[in-house]
């Protein structure tokens, strides 16, 4: 069982927007603003999409974007594309004694 | 832009020690600010935190696997390595090296290589 929860799968048609949620504790989501979120592709690397709630590294699309309420964090992917499907995980820091903490992984289907 | 190369045996017999190591390229280890860090995923499953190093050789574990992890780096030759000890089946899975920013997102990775504890 991960520590971070999240729905096992969502879908959506191109176009349209999901929203995947990755639900923690006060000790991980809810006490820091240090969430990320990673797509990843079959048989490839995780590939950073969000850090620090809402931040986007260089390259990402801005039709992706987080926020973050109360031990909720949320990716949000507006304008959805075929090349989203992907699987999508959410990653907390969890203080000095845990550190790290994912969530079991979103499947993104573009219907 | 940084790369990351992970390298090692891909089949480990059970209770021996399971040992990688990552080659960063297009940066320094040594640079502030970084950590660099071990993940893996298990066949089909999630990802799974092992632990991360700061240049300077402090460590930082995942409190499941503190007991059989040792994260080392090696400033000389810009790599940093994971060993596993006392290696089951369970420990199978594909194991990525990372950068990792302070705030704890792994924002480069290795592609992964797939170890498999078998006799």
């Known amino acids: 069982q991960s520590a971070l929860t999240q729905p096992r799968s969502v879908s959506g048609s191109p176009g349209q927007s999901v929203t995947i949620s990755c639900t923690g504790t006060?000790?991980?989501?809810?006490?820091?603003?240090?969430v990320s979120w990673y797509q990843q592709h079959p048989g490839k690397a995780p590939k950073l999409m969000i850090y620090?709630?809402?931040k986007r590294p260089s390259g990402v699309p801005d039709r992706f974007s987080g926020s973050k309420s109360g031990n909720t964090a949320s990716l949000t992917i507006s304008g959805l594309q075929a090349e989203d499907e992907a699987d999508y995980y959410c990653?907390?820091?969890?203080?000095?004694?845990?550190?790290?903490?994912f969530g079991g992984g979103t499947k993104l289907t573009v219907l | 832009q940084v790369q990351l190369q992970e390298s090692g045996p891909g089949l480990v017999k059970p209770s021996q020690t399971l040992s990688l190591t990552c080659t960063v390229s297009?940066?320094?280890?040594?640079?502030?600010?970084?950590?660099w860090g071990w993940i893996r995923q298990h066949p089909g499953k999630g990802l799974e935190w092992i632990g991360y190093?700061?240049?300077?050789?402090?460590?930082y574990y995942n409190p499941s696997l503190k007991s059989r992890v040792t994260v080392l780096v090696d400033t000389s030759k810009n790599q940093f390595s994971l060993k596993l000890s006392s290696v089951t089946a369970a420990d199978t899975a594909v194991y990525y090296c990372?950068?990792?920013?302070?705030?704890?997102?792994?924002?480069?990775w290795g592609q992964g290589t797939l170890v498999t504890v078998s006799s």
């Open positions: 990372a950068s990792v920013l302070s705030s704890g997102a792994f924002d480069y």
């Open positions: 297009g940066g320094s280890i040594s640079r502030g600010g970084y950590y």
């Open positions: 190093i700061y240049y300077s050789g402090s460590t």
């Open positions: 006060s000790s991980d989501v809810g006490g820091y603003n240090y």
């Open positions: 620090d709630v809402s």
């Open positions: 990653c907390s820091y969890a203080g000095t004694y845990t550190f790290v903490v």
